[in-house]
């Protein structure tokens, strides 16, 4: 099974971005999903988390309010909606299954990753 993610992109200050997350391979109706980012120097950090079945999420504190996860398990993918973004949220993000807490070792499986890059 893989993860792929995609949607990532150059935008100004205060601006939006959606990113998708795609698994294929294999259903994971049954993982929960989330959304990490690094930027170069410093560890993963831990953006959001969603339930299997959508109804539980976990937000980082830097990001609650702005952005929003989701996710179709009919599509086997996640989205994080992100909306008034900040020059420090420029990262590159990754997608991951297998829970949807804030621990990354947790997770077993991860995409490769989509660069955003905010204007200030």
């Known amino acids: 099974v893989q993860l792929q993610a995609c949607g990532g992109g150059l935008v100004q200050a205060g601006g939006s971005l959606r990113l998708s997350c795609a698994a294929s391979?294999?259903?994971?109706?049954?993982?929960?999903m989330g959304w990490f980012r690094q930027v170069p120097g410093k560890e993963r950090e831990f953006v959001a988390g969603?339930?299997?079945?959508?109804?539980?999420?976990n937000y980082a504190d830097s990001v609650k309010g702005r952005f929003t996860i989701s996710r179709s398990n009919a599509k086997n993918t996640e989205y994080l909606q992100m909306s008034s973004l900040k020059p420090e949220d420029a990262a590159v993000y990754y997608c991951?299954?297998?829970?949807?807490?804030?621990?990354?070792?947790?997770?077993?499986?991860w995409g490769q990753g989509t660069q955003v890059t905010v204007s200030s």
């Open positions: 391979g294999r259903t994971l109706i049954s993982y929960g």
């Open positions: 991951a299954a297998g829970n949807y807490d804030s621990n990354y070792r947790r997770y077993n499986l």
């Open positions: 969603i339930s299997w079945s959508g109804a539980n999420m």
